[in-house]
């Protein structure tokens, strides 16, 4: 299995524009979730999915952040517009159901946004 | 009552040595206690975990110890090797729950 799969690896954007990150979990887990990590708050959660359905979105810093998982093999995760606040790395991780409490992380965007 | 706290924020030991990470949580509803380790450039991998029913578990060089009435739990490196190099993230769930909450990393150097 190839693990959880992020792309891009490195973004570099203006602030003000429209950024895009994607993630293709694991085949066969039914848990997708976002984190953030920056050197200030550490890893933080910002959305997950189960079965392809938001389940808590509690962590999402404001309305210019948005997730959606069209399908159990995509999700994306969208900032607009963006602000150089939001400069992190992101990582995208699934896990295969309740039962299995590991999360498997994929390598993570790192977004800068200038 | 979310929080996991952990510390220290990095830390510094010499080959051989023993490297201990702590972490306090509040809410007694935690029942899962995983530790990641995250290799620069990479993302957070499990490394080993424990459940209050114990309190010590121990795989290889690895070990968690848990204190439930002080609501404590530590990671120990025994015969810390410069390849654990890495940084450490305790953190904790329960079963009402689908979220895993991060402590704040702890970044740790071994030198030879």
């Known amino acids: 299995d190839a693990g959880v799969i992020q792309s891009p690896r490195h973004e570099v954007t203006e602030m003000g524009q429209e950024v895009t990150l994607r993630c293709k979990p694991i085949s066969g887990h039914d848990y997708l979730f976002w984190y953030r990590q920056t050197m200030m708050r550490g890893l933080e959660l910002l959305i997950y999915?189960?079965?392809?359905?938001?389940?808590?979105d509690s962590g999402m810093p404001e309305d210019r952040f948005s997730a959606k998982m069209p399908n159990a093999s995509f999700s994306t995760l969208k900032i607009q517009p963006s602000e150089p606040r939001d400069s992190a790395v992101y990582f995208c991780?699934?896990?295969?159901?309740?039962?299995?409490?590991?999360?498997?992380f994929g390598q993570g965007t790192r977004l800068t946004v200038v | 009552q979310q929080q996991v706290k952990q510390s220290p924020q990095s830390l510094i030991v010499q080959k051989g040595g023993i490297s201990i990470i702590n972490c306090a949580y509040e809410?007694?509803?935690?029942?899962?206690f995983p530790w990641y380790q995250q290799f620069p450039g990479k993302g957070p991998a499990l490394l080993i975990a424990i459940r209050p029913d114990v309190s010590e578990k121990k795989e290889g060089r690895f070990t968690i110890s848990f204190n439930k009435s002080a609501k404590q739990f530590s990671l120990h490196i025994m015969d810390s090797q410069p390849g654990d190099s890495a940084t450490y993230f305790c953190a904790a769930t329960f079963g009402g729950t689908d979220k895993l909450i991060f402590g704040t990393g702890t970044r740790l150097q071994v030198f030879p």
């Open positions: 999915f189960n079965n392809n359905v938001p389940i808590d």
């Open positions: 991780a699934s896990r295969r159901d309740r039962t299995n409490t590991e999360a498997f």
């Open positions: 809410n007694t509803a935690f029942d899962y």
